[in-house]
């Protein structure tokens, strides 16, 4: 695209900002389509075609987009503390009735009292919940299981590693590395470029402004400081607290996507 045919700042709509997220997003997670996919399959396997779903941890609405286009009678909540986030997705989604959007902070012992619904048939969440520590994990997997009606689902999709395998691990690791600097090379923007594009964007602009004051620089660092816990924990613990089953319905070798069905 040359200079002159560029969007100038404020100019991109906000399907333009979805876009820009998704391949953002695709550069750290190639299979990304792949495991939607089967996040989908599963909604619909066990609780039908016209789910009412919690989007935890939306960001744009990535979640939101897919389950709408996949299921034309679906009602969607999404829940987020960043306002930069929040203004692409409620931008994306103004007129779509069937989606709305709560900002609410996971952390907060309240935030389930924000939502317009008890209960929902699924709660899907993608590359999101790594950013807590393992017991306010814990404790939010905890408020979930009040969350999810009985034989609803609940579905975590995110990194985690099994520490049994390093020469495995350090393998992968290099593989993605060396795929993501081509990428990098090719032109593709990275967490850290994408958030420079939204900071010049005189629309958010203001709300990338507060999410730094309030909840830091999103290229700083990870908010768990380095802990991140195994497909295996995650069954396990899901199990602890309510859940009547639960394991891993797909895996790459750094991420995987656990199940649990109340």
């Given at each position: 695209?040359?200079?002159?045919?560029?969007?100038r700042?404020?100019?991109?709509?906000?399907?333009?900002?979805?876009?820009?997220?998704?391949?953002?997003?695709?550069?750290?997670?190639?299979?990304?389509?792949e495991?939607?996919?089967?996040?989908?399959?599963?909604?619909?396997?066990?609780?039908?075609?016209?789910?009412?779903?919690?989007?935890?941890?939306?960001?744009?609405?990535?979640i939101?987009?897919?389950?709408?286009?996949?299921?034309?009678?679906?009602?969607?909540?999404g829940?987020?503390l960043?306002?930069?986030?929040?203004?692409?997705?409620?931008?994306y989604?103004?007129?779509?009735?069937?989606?709305?959007?709560?900002?609410?902070?996971?952390?907060?012992?309240?935030?389930?009292?924000?939502?317009?619904?008890?209960?929902?048939?699924a709660?899907?969440?993608?590359?999101?919940?790594?950013?807590?520590?393992?017991?306010?994990?814990?404790?939010?997997?905890?408020q979930?299981a009040d969350?999810?009606?009985?034989?609803?689902?609940?579905?975590?999709?995110?990194?985690?590693?099994?520490?049994?395998?390093?020469?495995?691990?350090?393998?992968?690791?290099?593989?993605?590395?060396?795929?993501?600097?081509?990428?990098?090379?090719?032109?593709?923007?990275?967490?850290?470029?994408?958030?420079?594009e939204?900071?010049?964007?005189?629309?958010?602009?203001?709300?990338?402004?507060?999410?730094?004051?309030?909840?830091?620089?999103?290229?700083?660092g990870?908010?768990?400081?380095?802990e991140?816990?195994?497909?295996?924990?995650?069954?396990?613990?899901?199990?602890?607290?309510?859940?009547?089953?639960?394991?891993?319905?797909w895996?790459?070798?750094?991420d995987g996507?656990?199940?649990?069905?109340?």
């Amino acid at each position: 695209m040359t200079t002159e045919n560029a969007a100038r700042p404020g100019q991109r709509d906000w399907g333009s900002w979805q876009d820009s997220w998704d391949r953002q997003q695709g550069w750290y997670l190639p299979d990304r389509e792949e495991r939607f996919r089967v996040m989908l399959d599963m909604v619909e396997a066990l609780v039908g075609r016209e789910p009412r779903v919690l989007d935890l941890a939306c960001g744009t609405g990535s979640i939101t987009q897919r389950v709408l286009e996949r299921f034309p009678r679906a009602e969607t909540v999404g829940v987020d503390l960043d306002p930069a986030l929040l203004t692409i997705a409620r931008g994306y989604f103004a007129d779509e009735p069937r989606a709305r959007f709560v900002t609410a902070d996971l952390t907060d012992p309240g935030w389930p009292g924000l939502l317009p619904h008890a209960s929902y048939d699924a709660v899907l969440t993608a590359t999101a919940l790594h950013w807590l520590q393992t017991e306010p994990l814990r404790t939010l997997y905890g408020q979930l299981a009040d969350v999810v009606r009985e034989g609803g689902v609940l579905m975590n999709a995110d990194h985690m590693p099994d520490e049994s395998t390093p020469r495995i691990n350090a393998a992968a690791h290099l593989f993605d590395r060396e795929r993501r600097e081509r990428a990098r090379s090719a032109g593709e923007l990275d967490w850290a470029g994408w958030w420079q594009e939204v900071t010049r964007d005189e629309r958010l602009a203001g709300p990338a402004a507060e999410r730094f004051r309030t909840l830091g620089d999103p290229v700083a660092g990870d908010h768990a400081d380095g802990e991140v816990q195994s497909a295996e924990w995650h069954a396990r613990t899901l199990r602890d607290l309510g859940f009547a089953e639960a394991r891993t319905v797909w895996c790459a070798p750094q991420d995987g996507l656990v199940l649990g069905l109340r």
